[in-house]
């Protein structure tokens, strides 16, 4: 799998909603907006910002909360470029 997503230049993030955690696919460079079209069309609509935790930062922390509490979560535009491994929570409103 991860040889398929060298060659086709693919990266993955993630999502948390309660105890349940997903990964997404998403070309490599892609914004946030694009991100958030690809958990829900709604999302990438009335996107307001992405709070982003990079995975090093997760790692380290251990937990979303700690990583939190450390100060390691950004705030992100739509333009902010995804890196592999982010956890994103999108902010929206439609």
């Known amino acids: ?5 060298k ?6 993030f993630f999502t948390v909603k309660g ?3 997903k990964s997404w696919p998403i070309r490599k460079g892609a914004p946030a907006i694009e991100a958030a079209g690809k ?12 709070e982003v935790i990079g995975s090093d930062d997760l790692q380290k922390a251990g937990s979303v909360h ?3 509490q450390a100060g390691t979560l ?3 535009q739509k ?8 956890l994103i929570h999108f902010r929206f409103n439609v």
């Open 66 to 68: 700690s990583a939190k």
């Open 7 to 12: 060659t086709l230049d693919i990266i993955s």
């Open 79 to 86: 333009d902010y470029t995804v890196k592999d491994g982010d």
């Open 74 to 76: 950004q705030v992100a």
């Open 39 to 50: 958990v829900h069309s709604d999302i990438q609509r009335g996107f307001i910002r992405a």
């Open 1 to 5: 799998i991860k040889a398929a997503y």
């Open 19 to 21: 105890e349940e955690t």
